[in-house]
């Protein structure tokens, strides 16, 4: 059975650190690019971040760039989603996703329908 198991969200103020992990458990990892989404009440889920298969090449939301880092431990079968000078504006669910095919346009790499494997979520809420 795949299993991603998302941990790490919590409550922290503005300016604050959390550091999100996906542990990936039912398929290789090694195989796979992994992706962190997420999704705040009343809005669409968006792209944050993902993370390539082959050479670990990373791309960022635009909202998030230079703030967040996505890595990946493939000995461990996890991705982790580094936050750091969170706003109020990140408070959302997280999702760790994975897929075996990613666009060769980086641009495009955020789309859902890359990915076909999911998590459930870990809440993040950023207080002013």
């Known amino acids: 059975e795949v299993q991603l198991v998302e941990s790490g969200g919590g409550l922290v103020q503005a300016g604050g650190s959390l550091r999100l992990s996906c542990k990936v458990s039912?398929?290789?990892?090694?195989?796979?690019?992994g992706a962190w989404f997420r999704q705040a009440p009343g809005k669409e889920r968006e792209g944050v971040s993902c993370?390539?298969?082959?050479?670990?090449?990373?791309y960022y939301a635009d909202s998030v760039k230079g703030r967040f880092t996505i890595s990946r431990d493939n000995a461990r079968n996890e991705v982790y989603l580094q936050m750091n000078n969170l706003q109020p504006e990140d408070t959302a669910a997280y999702y760790c996703?994975?897929?075996?095919?990613?666009?060769?346009?980086?641009?495009?790499?955020?789309?859902?329908?890359?990915?076909?494997?999911w998590g459930q979520g870990t809440q993040v809420t950023v207080s002013s």
């Open positions: 996703a994975a897929g075996r095919l990613q666009p060769s346009s980086a641009q495009y790499r955020l789309l859902s329908h890359w990915y076909t494997r």
């Open positions: 993370i390539s298969s082959s050479d670990n090449t990373t």
């Open positions: 039912g398929l290789i990892f090694d195989l796979y690019a």
